[in-house]
């Protein structure tokens, strides 16, 4: 199939500029990789890797909503015993291959010039920075993803290929498909979009595209008895975004781009929300037309049907971190676009690329260098209490995801824990806290779970707040807070 975009690069000047992009990509995401404080979810990844690999499997089974490759890939890594660091270069490792492997794509499909510009794109957005970074399973999810995306390009617009290199490419669709939904379930939703595109444009590759897709099934159907019993619990949140459903899929756009983490976050959620809408809508006036045969525009499909899955089923799958596919997809839709423009207006297209290159490129440094937008201040809130803490004292975390990150250090050994995780939890925690003189709470994205804030109304009103250490990010949900209460004295 011919390229959309005719090429005018050769290939010497070619390859700088995509070693450019890459060496982008990796100093953004090392940057953010070696100074980003670990998130609560990385911690308890971490955790989950460091337990006996039965036990750890028990953990996801019956606690989590993922497929356990990635545990299994954290088990094996923690037992060569690599620092918490070297997790995250991994990760950043594989965000920069996620970022060549879309490059690829494109390439086969639009040219290079298209290409570039979409990875150039991909290689600052904030909300893949923000995630290709993460000790989770995001980074590898893409990756997987990606690759599969290439070997069926490869197959759907080379002719020339001989038969072994077919079966060759097929075999590694197969096994990347397989891989992606032992990472994530949402592979499912992307076999999906893979056999839609064979049915709908590329029929005479329909056959083995469904004998691959079966295969793949068929390696990952030793999961389906933990897959039927999780399947209840995936999609579940807290009930804030159910409160808010329709704002917080406009946010979408916004929130898996240009400002990730960012919910609630009062103007800058609504800036955010407004520049990423207009720009999907502008992407997809300009960069639809006459590239709907394009499988690398195919690569957002999968979160259309994460979309319409969520609504249908009354799951709340709206968070930022599953639509990255679709932050990829729109790259190379805005690549396209202003390759039209350009082809009209030169200077329109110049003006249009440089104001939404400067944004990303800004927002994208901004994310990996400014530390109000970084993941919780947990080694300074550990500082905190390991200077502040005396024998006896209690420590309640509300909610209590963030043991697993403040485990990872010395902070609250030898102290009494609770731990608030529900709504039922706060009226234990008050009980437990009355045989003790001090109480050190530790509030971290304790609305949803506490939402009438019952557990810090309740130490109030039996005991005086002494102290209170504030730690605050831009991101709404990665602000946190300590707070002392210590019993009144008793009147004479």
Known sequence: MPSA???????????????AVLAAAALLRLTDALRRPLQVDEAYSLHLGALPLEQGLRAVAALDVHPPLFLLLVHGLTSWHLPD?????????????SVWLFYQVVRLWHGEQAALLASALTAFLPALIFYDTMIRMYALFDALVLGGFWALSILYTRDDLSAGARRVLWFA????????IWTLYLGFLVIAAQLLYAALVKRDALVKTVAGAAAAIALW????HTFAAQLPRGGIAFPLFAQHQLAT?????????????????????LVATIFGLVWLALALLGGLGGNTRSLALWIGVPSVLTLAYSLAAHKLLYADRYFLLAAYALCGLTALALARVW??????????????????????????VEPDLYTADWPAVGAVLQANLHEGDLVILEQGSGFFPLERGPWLDHHPLVLVFHRDDAP???GLARAYPRVFCVIFQAGPVDPSLSLLRGLRDTRQLIYVWEFVRWLPAESASVLVFERRPARR
């Not at 975009?5 to 070693?19: G, K």
């Not at 660091?85 to 291959?97: K, S, T």
């Not at 669709?173 to 992606?180: F, I, N, V």
């Not at 756009?253 to 960012?262: H, N, R, S």
């Open 221 to 224: 159907s030793a999961q389906l």
């Open 173 to 180: 669709w197969t096994a990347l498909a397989a891989a992606s």
């Open 85 to 97: 660091w070297g997790f995250r270069i991994g990760a950043a490792a594989l965000g920069v291959l």
């Open 249 to 269: 899929v406009l946010a979408i756009p916004g929130q898996a781009t240009i400002a990730p983490q960012t919910l609630g976050a009062g103007v800058l959620t």
């Open 343 to 368: 082809a009209k207006n030169g200077s329109a297209a110049r003006i249009a690329g440089g104001v939404l290159c400067t944004l990303v490129v800004a927002a994208g440094c901004a994310y990996a």
């Open 5 to 19: 975009i005719p090429s005018t690069l050769n290939a010497r000047r070619e390859l700088p500029l995509v070693w």
């Open 428 to 430: 234990a925690a008050l």
